[in-house]
């Protein structure tokens, strides 16, 4: 993870310091050696606490606390003292252009830098705790007439390896609340684990206890492969079938390019799981055709899909699946004012979205690989059929 961003993190702690020492620092009357060495060590400290990470044979270190200590660090010293500086630079380029005196970047970059640690530590803390169930309607006219009303609970990227400890009562009261709908169905929409299947045994019992009338049907995500470990091939494809081991073993119907029919009477519905279909550099295994083999022209089709870029590149022109259901994104894990980062990179990134009578459903999630949530709350939806007169 470190390394892919390498060079961007060195400029990102090293250019601050560099020109701080040079714009203010060294203006004192008395600025002797031994504070010029106090005001280098926290930049040299994250320096090599970079160095570290990025030579980390693993997308992250097995010890996550490590990246979420380094993340924290960021983000309440080296993003800010980046923010103050760039502010302090624009403003300073601002009076030399126009001859003028007051440098009033400098009090805008220390708001901001002052707004982003309130940010980052809010987010890591009372932020990450917040969860909400979310109630949405969806009307189809090729509803069956026997599931008007019909209700799924849709659930997605836990990445239960970020929990731990001090996170499992929030998994806890997820649980407990998708149990509390008593709804039909229970959708899981991929990224149960963050990089290996050892981070379920702990959750094997909650995450088992998830029930619903017509069962727990579930998808994989980009990190349930084996993409974040380096491991020889072997130990890859042993992962990946512990896992879907794992998710039988709790009792939830895992589709791997798979459908399977719920029936009311002489009515009936789809529901089909695609493997994840991503965009570079993430797994692409999903098989359209093959996912939907045995499904007839007029059947309402609920497809499961983790990616929710492959809507409109695969599911759209490739079949006639009313609704979609997707994760993914964790809408940025942040909004203000309701904009994401995650609108950058996808275009169905949070909520409900139609193209004409077909719509899809993108969760922001649960959790995430980083413990960070600012107005981006952890959720589950629950979504109610209702054929359309």
């Not at 189809?140 to 990227?157: C, K, N, Q």
Request: with cysteine; glycine share 10%.
């Amino acid at each position: 993870m470190i390394a892919r961003i390498f060079i961007y993190l060195i400029l990102l702690i090293t250019l601050p310091d560099l020109y701080l020492d040079r714009r203010f620092l060294r203006k004192r009357t008395r600025y002797l050696w031994w504070q010029r060495v106090l005001w280098w060590i926290p930049g040299a400290f994250m320096f090599v606490y970079t160095i570290i990470l990025a030579t980390t044979r693993n997308f992250a270190p097995d010890d996550l606390l490590v990246l979420h200590v380094y993340l924290l660090l960021l983000g309440v010293v080296i993003i800010p003292k980046f923010l103050f500086a760039l502010c302090s630079f624009l403003g300073w380029a601002h009076c030399r252009y126009h001859h003028t005196r007051n440098n009033w970047g400098n009090l805008v970059g220390l708001v901001l830098g002052l707004a982003f640690i309130i940010g980052v530590v809010y987010g890591g803390t009372l932020g990450f705790n917040k969860f909400e169930v979310k109630h949405v309607d969806y009307y189809s006219a090729d509803l069956p007439e026997a599931f008007d009303g019909y209700r799924i609970v849709h659930f997605t990227d836990a990445h239960v390896g970020t929990y731990g400890a001090e996170y499992a009562d929030l998994l806890g009261r997820v649980v407990d609340s998708i149990n509390a709908q008593k709804a039909d169905m229970v959708a899981f929409t991929g990224d149960l684990q963050n990089m290996e299947p050892k981070e379920l045994y702990q959750f094997m019992g909650k995450l088992g206890s998830i029930r619903a009338k017509d069962g727990v049907f579930s998808v994989l995500g980009n990190h349930d492969y084996s993409e974040y470990v380096e491991e020889s091939p072997a130990v890859k494809v042993a992962n990946e079938r512990e896992l879907v081991s794992l998710e039988r073993q709790m009792g939830w119907d895992l589709l791997l390019n798979e459908n399977r029919v719920i029936r009311r009477g002489a009515d009936s519905i789809v529901v089909a799981g695609m493997e994840n279909d991503g965009r570079p550099p993430h797994p692409q295994k999903g098989n359209i055709g093959k996912t939907l083999t045995g499904v007839g022209n007029g059947a309402f089709v609920l497809m499961l899909q983790h990616d929710p870029s492959s809507w409109r590149r695969t599911i759209l022109p490739g079949c006639k699946a009313q609704l979609t259901l997707s994760g993914h994104t964790h809408a940025g894990q942040m909004k203000v004012f309701g904009w994401s980062p995650a609108a950058f990179s996808y275009t169905e990134w949070d909520g409900m979205y139609h193209e004409g009578a077909r719509a899809i459903n993108v969760s922001a999630g649960m959790g995430g690989f980083i413990p960070f949530r600012l107005g981006a709350n952890n959720e589950i939806v629950v979504i109610t059929l209702h054929r359309k007169k």
